[in-house]
């Protein structure tokens, strides 16, 4: 069993373009990839392709990536009604909305405190991964 998730851009279509994760998929784990994004200054998937190769690098920075946590297809290739999170609407690096979850709410401080922990990893790893930072 896992925690999954997708996330593609609003407004939701079959069609779009979307990411899934088989762990992390909850709110406060989403919020952490998309705030690792903004603050590395990727472009968003909402803006071009380029958005959508930066969330993918960004998450698989923070998994490591073992070829079975990340994946990208069209939604509706993806497990997007999955009975965990659903999927993840966003727009310029913010969740706006929620297909077949529940709908994004207010991170209490355990949550929001993992949410900048995840962030901080994969800011830290990108760093390394530009030579800036000894391994990690």
């Excluded at 990411?19 to 998929?25: D, F, L, M």
């Excluded at 901080?120 to 930072?133: F, P, V």
């Amino acid at each position: 069993m896992g925690n999954r998730a997708v996330i593609t851009t609003a407004p939701y279509k079959p069609s779009n373009l979307g990411i899934y994760v088989h762990w992390n998929g909850g709110q406060e784990s989403v919020e952490a990839f998309l705030d690792a994004c903004r603050q590395l200054g990727y472009r968003s998937p909402d803006n071009d392709c380029y958005g959508w190769a930066g969330i993918a690098f960004a998450i698989a920075l923070f998994f490591k990536y073992d070829g079975s946590s990340v994946g990208v297809d069209q939604c509706k290739n993806l497990d997007t009604n999955n009975g965990d999170n659903g999927t993840w609407l966003i727009k310029d690096w913010r969740i706006v909305g929620n297909k077949f979850g529940d709908a994004p709410s207010a991170l209490n401080p355990a949550q929001r405190e993992k949410r900048d922990n995840i962030a901080n990893i994969i800011i830290t790893r990108a760093a390394w991964m530009r030579g800036l930072k000894e391994d990690v």
